[in-house]
């Protein structure tokens, strides 16, 4: 009986994290699709992803907890999948009206994911991507949430997402050096970042500075075998 016992437990466990990895793949997808609408966030949601993770992993969020965390970096922007590309690729600002547009993309994208979210347990991602654009002080969207009312993934992915958008070239600025990075996102600990999330952040930052460097490091590579001029480059390296 023992054993018995002990296989269906080894099958359920090994079902479990082959159903794992295909939303984690599925996720990816997902996010590859919508930094394939803009060459400027080409590696976006993969940075994010990948920071947030770092940043769970040093906050000491349980292992399950980090892995919803890394499929919602993947998933975090999917809304802006139905925002026109004359507001994505914009050069210069945003007029008023088209900036309320883009503050739909949180529950466009939350209303997408939920369908599958729901069957596959992963509801508490629906709500880190609805809440990602919230400020700890209460100046953010879609709600207007403040401190703790806010989910606690939602905050990681927000200091995740400020980071990648900032070390990436826009089509209104070049990328921003690192140590200025570190020091805005300090400069906005307790008002539009969680003094928690800044703190784990701040003590892994030459880490995430290392991934950056490694990561523009393998995309200058791929845009060389792709015969890209160095103009070219320039563009697009720090996405």
Known sequence: MRKIINFFTRRKERDNSVASMTIHQFAESLGNAIDAKDHYTCSHSEEVAEVALLLGKQLGIPERECELLHIAGHLHDIGKIGLPDSILK???KLTGSEYEMVKQHPAMGA????PV???AGLESVTGIILHHHERFDGCGYPYGLKGRKIPFGAKVIAVADTLSAMAS?????QAIEFPKIVAEIKACSGTQFDPVVVDAFLNVSDRIE???????????KTFESAGLTASEQVVLVHQ
């Open 169 to 173: 070239n826009r089509p209104y600025r």
């Open 117 to 119: 979210a729901s069957v």
């Open 210 to 220: 290392d991934y950056f460097k490694q990561h523009d490091l393998q995309q200058a």
């Open 90 to 92: 914009k050069e210069g």
């Open 111 to 114: 209303d997408i994911v939920k």
